[in-house]
């Protein structure tokens, strides 16, 4: 089955900076990646996806890449605020939903 | 449109009992997948119901069940449960499914914890 890894585990950067998350699947026939935000005590919130025919995709400050042959995808932050900061979880979908272990990102004001 | 709502939100078991959750989509959405939450195990899949029909499943023992209804609402059930049951489940709807890159809404969630 899918297999989702997720890199780093914890992640600190400063007001402004910019945030990295990496994540690697197994299965070359997963076709759907999103990514959640989830606040303390709050439900998974989807902030951006990206289709396996697409190699990257931006909304505002945040961004996804997404490379199927290395079968590795990424989340970018870029102007990172206190209010970013959250648990990220990467997921692949084939038929079913696998994630990776999260990023617990703090945003130092 | 009301989000997707589970009931009970705490729930207070103890080994060797079995539970049920609930878990109403957004009106309109036909997919239900289910998921449990724990700090060691993160968020790991347990089953989708689309139309009343399981379409596919996680890797959780036969004690983790579930069914939809004709109204998309949804319900697991866990028999026989364990210390290692205790954790945050969630359930989210789609219109039509998890392979049809629909995004997910899910749930507040339904605390268990096993004593």
């Known amino acids: 089955g899918e297999n989702v890894e997720q890199h780093p585990s914890t992640l600190s950067v400063q007001e402004g900076d910019s945030a990295v998350i990496k994540c690697t699947y197994s299965d070359s026939a997963s076709n759907y990646f999103p990514w959640y935000k989830q606040e303390l005590g709050k439900r998974p919130q989807l902030i951006i996806d990206?289709?396996?025919?697409?190699g990257e995709k931006k909304d505002q400050r945040i961004a996804v890449t997404l490379n199927k042959t290395a079968k590795h995808f990424s989340l970018h932050i870029t102007e990172t605020q206190p209010e970013d900061s959250a648990v990220y979880f990467c997921a692949a979908i084939n038929n079913d939903m696998r994630f990776g272990a999260g990023t617990r990102l703090t945003v130092k004001p | 449109k009301a989000g997707v709502t589970q009931t009970p939100r705490y729930l207070i078991k103890t080994r060797g009992q079995q539970v049920t959750l609930s878990c109403s989509p957004i009106?309109?959405?036909?997919?239900v997948s289910w998921y449990q939450q724990t700090p060691g195990q993160g968020l790991q899949f347990l089953f989708e119901y689309f139309s009343e029909t399981q379409r596919n499943k996680g890797n959780f023992p036969g004690r983790f069940s579930g069914r939809q209804f004709s109204n998309s609402r949804s319900e697991m059930n866990v028999s026989t449960l364990e210390l290692g049951d205790s954790a945050l489940y969630l359930c989210?709807?789609?219109?039509?499914?998890?392979?049809?890159?629909?995004?997910?809404?899910f749930g507040p969630g339904t605390r268990l914890t096993v004593l």
């Open positions: 989210a709807s789609t219109p039509s499914g998890l392979a049809t890159y629909n995004e997910q809404f």
């Open positions: 990206i289709r396996s025919n697409v």
């Open positions: 009106s309109g959405h036909r997919s």
